[in-house]
């Protein structure tokens, strides 16, 4: 069975740092591109970064540039998410998201999610 699974979460003071992982099995995980969603209570779901597969091109959200880094590792099947100078509005669910567009359908797969909490 396909999973995505989040760690590195948890609580840190404002200006602090955390890398989140994603752990990636039962799927071709470097054919993925990957990214990594936030979420909070009434909310929609926000994309925070996205890497490629092809050349690792990467994206950010304009509240993370500068401050986050999204890279993968396809030996170890895992994305990361190196997050620096957290601020409480960076508080939320963080979520890996795997995707592949086929000439015929789209694959994806969400990973259950790890809280993330920006407090002093």
């Known amino acids: 069975q396909v999973q995505l699974v989040e760690s590195g979460g948890g609580l840190v003071q404002p200006g602090g740092s955390l890398r989140l992982s994603c752990a990636a099995s039962k799927f071709t995980f470097s054919s993925y591109l990957m990214s990594w969603y936030r979420q909070t209570p009434g909310k929609e779901r926000e994309l925070v970064a996205t890497?490629?597969?092809?050349?690792?091109?990467?994206k950010y959200a304009d509240s993370v540039k500068g401050r986050f880094t999204i890279s993968r590792d396809n030996a170890k099947n895992t994305v990361y998410l190196q997050m620096n100078s957290l601020k409480p509005e960076d508080t939320a669910v963080y979520y890996c998201y795997a995707v592949y567009r086929g000439p015929i359908r789209q694959y994806d797969y969400w990973g259950q999610g790890t809280q993330v909490t920006v407090s002093p």
């Open positions: 890497i490629t597969s092809a050349d690792d091109s990467t």
